[in-house]
């Protein structure tokens, strides 16, 4: 198994995940628009996931682990947060699960409430995109 792993290409991983994030990002904010809350807030957990996973890939000079937990990969990824940033990554993994799992649905999230989410995503998004 170690050969195999020889020939990742890290830039690849990096910029699939980079890519992917900046495209998560504008359907978050399309969703969130439209007033598809839940959803909107889903993809927007995504985007922060896949840059994180990006941080990984760089930091780790392997591949990202299977996880959804943001505050866990941005530990993984060694990343230096300040609170108002790691309580942003906290509070948006509740998203991953109500995306994912319907009965998992906890919280009914208003539209300006998601604006709130949305805005403060985009600056820890923004950071971490700066930081790459």
């Not at 170690?2 to 991983?13: L, S, T, V």
């Not at 990002?25 to 007033?35: H, K, N």
Request: charged letters at 25%.
């Amino acid at each position: 198994m170690g050969g195999a792993r020889c020939m990742i290409n890290i830039q690849k991983q990096i910029e699939y995940w980079r890519q992917g994030s900046q495209e998560d990002w504008a359907v978050a904010q399309e969703l969130v628009d439209r007033g598809r809350v839940r959803h909107g807030l889903f993809f927007a957990h995504l985007a922060l996931e896949k840059i994180l996973k990006a941080h990984v890939c760089a930091k780790t000079q392997d591949l990202a682990p299977r996880t959804h937990n943001l505050v866990h990969l941005a530990e993984i990824a060694g990343l230096a947060l300040g609170k108002a940033q790691g309580d942003t990554l906290a509070e948006m993994n509740e998203y991953a699960s109500e995306g994912r799992y319907p009965d998992l649905m906890v919280s009914t999230t208003t539209v300006e409430e998601a604006r709130g989410y949305m805005k403060r995503c985009q600056e820890v998004l923004a950071c971490l995109m700066r930081k790459l």
